[in-house]
T-cell receptor, first 109, second 116 residues
Framework: KQEVTQIPAALSVPEGENLVLNCSFT??????LQWFRQDPGKGLTSLLL?????REQTSGRLNASLDKSSGRSTLYIAASQPGDSATYLC????????FGAGTTVTVRA | DTGVSQDPRHKITKRGQNVTFRCDPI?????LYWYRQTLGQGPEFLTY????????KSRLLSDRFSAERPKGSFSTLEIQRTEQGDSAMYLC??????????????FGSGTQLSVL
């Protein structure tokens, strides 16, 4: 069974600081890995998808890397803003998504 | 493309009652998933459909839970004889599996169930 772990569980930073969120998974036989954002009481918004053949994916201030062999992915958010405050979820796709518990980020103005 | 739509957004019910949720996926998405999320946890897989066929059900989906996707379009999730432990956010997601691995899942806003 695929196990997905996200560290840290919570993170608080001042505005402008770069964020580093970590995700690890136990089974490397995946199709892709997806990072999501979730605001309180809301659904999930897809941020980035990295296919198993890719090493990284970028969108604006977001960059995600994937090391499938070691079962790790990292999400970098550059120059954080208060609007980045949310829970970030990592999910690996081996035909269905298995999620980590998320990292709750607070960016202080 | 109006996104994945779920109805209702919130449902409060008494223990022992039956509830039904609806999900309308993005049009022409052939795969549909149901997930359940409790506070502080990531979503947990419940079941998924490829068109109208239900291909897998999680052990989390007890006999009190049933899901359908008639005609491969919208889906319903019914919970019979609700229990307080059923209180959670129920999320629906859809995707188009015709790609080459670039199968991004799109989620609805969820149905928040509270069982009193």
């Amino acid at each position: 069974k695929q196990e997905v772990t996200q560290i840290p569980a919570a993170l608080s930073v001042p505005e402008g600081e770069n964020l580093v969120l970590n995700c690890s998974f136990t089974d490397s036989a995946i199709y892709n890995l997806q990072w999501f954002r979730q605001d309180p009481g809301k659904g999930l918004t897809s941020l980035l998808l990295i296919q198993s053949s890719q090493r990284e994916q970028t969108s604006g201030r977001l960059n995600a890397s994937l090391d499938k062999s070691s079962g790790r992915s990292t999400l970098y958010i550059a120059a954080s803003q208060p609007g980045d405050s949310a829970t970030y979820l990592c999910a690996v796709n081996d035909y269905k998504l298995s999620f980590g518990a998320g990292t709750t980020v607070t960016v202080r103005a | 493309d109006t996104g994945v739509s779920q109805d209702p957004r919130h449902k409060i019910t008494k223990r022992g009652q039956n509830v039904t949720f609806r999900c309308d996926p993005i049009s022409e998405h052939n795969r549909l998933y149901w997930y359940r999320q409790t506070l502080g946890q990531g979503p947990e897989f419940l079941t998924y459909f490829q068109n109208e066929a239900q291909l897998e059900k999680s052990r989390l989906l007890s006999d009190r839970f049933s899901a359908e996707r008639p005609k491969g379009s919208f889906s319903t999730l019914e919970i019979q004889r609700t229990e307080q432990g059923d209180s959670a956010m129920y999320l629906c997601a859809s995707t188009d599996t015709g790609g080459q691995g670039d199968e991004k899942l799109f989620f609805g806003s969820g149905t928040q169930l509270s069982v009193l």
